[in-house]
């Protein structure tokens, strides 16, 4: 129906001599498979050039340029005319001298362009324009920030449900060759039947796990794809196995269990908890003051000979 409906747009048009370009509707080029194995660094790189959600955020970016560009361009001047000739009309029968038949006219406007530089609206609007700009460029960054953070986390749960995997089948096989051994040993009549039986059922219980760690893996690569902006159902590729090691900040490289608790003090000091300074400080001290505090306590409450005081009485003197 759109073959015909376009052909017969195309024959009127060539009819009347109207110039036309024609483009028909194409699909989408796929982009590139992702590679394998995937880093970390590429990982990160795929999706700063085909993350869905960085897409659409440089494209409200380009928007907001483009508003820009227009709110600070300058009107351009209108200029029309236009005229006609009236075949009923004698100019000879007009009461005044200076009469025709034939009309011209002609205009000339600055579409407002005089007044919006007077109250300062194409300012206004530039001023705007740009706001608005800079707030697009900041939704992209906060976008990429939450998406390197999603695609580092969802890298290593993919990396560590590789690992899961493989650990799974190295068990698994264990296991396998274990109840073969525990069956050959049935059949010489070694082991009872309740002995193969039992090895059979670990066996068992081993491939299943191995099949919920494949589908957990499955399910990661899925993710990691969606966020690498893949489109296929099932994309394949592998992950790196070795996670990238891990960097301490500068001011922990060097320092000393005194220095975070001197760091812990001092940032206890600045929300005003007293308690927790002073604990940090000397250590275990608060409890032995609060423990000789309640001993203090039962001592001041003795009697002659050890007896305790009911709340409330005295010693009579």
Known sequence: MRSIAGAIAVFFCALLGIPLHVAWAQEPNEPPPIPSPLSLDAALQRMEERGFDLLTADAAV????????????????????????????????CVSSGCSATLWEGSLSDQG????????????????????LDAARLERKDALRTLRALVEQAWVETVVAGALVRTAEQAAQASAQTSDLVTLRWHAGDVSEADAARAETAKLELDQAVDAARQQLAQSKASLAFLLGDRSAKPVFEVDPALPACVAPPELRDATPEDLLARAAG?????????????????????HAHGVGHAGAREARAGPGGLPIPPGRRIAS
């Open 267 to 287: 940032r206890a000091a600045g929300g005003r908890r007293g308690d927790v300074v002073r604990g940090l400080a000397v250590g275990a001290e608060p409890r």
């Open 62 to 93: 380009r928007s907001a340029e483009g508003d820009k560009t227009i709110a600070s361009a300058f009107p351009n001047p209108a200029v029309s005319g236009g005229g006609g000739h009236t075949f009923h009309y004698d100019p000879n029968q």
């Open 113 to 132: 362009l005089l007044a919006d530089l007077v109250i300062g609206k194409r300012r206004l609007r530039a001023q705007v324009a740009e706001a608005a």
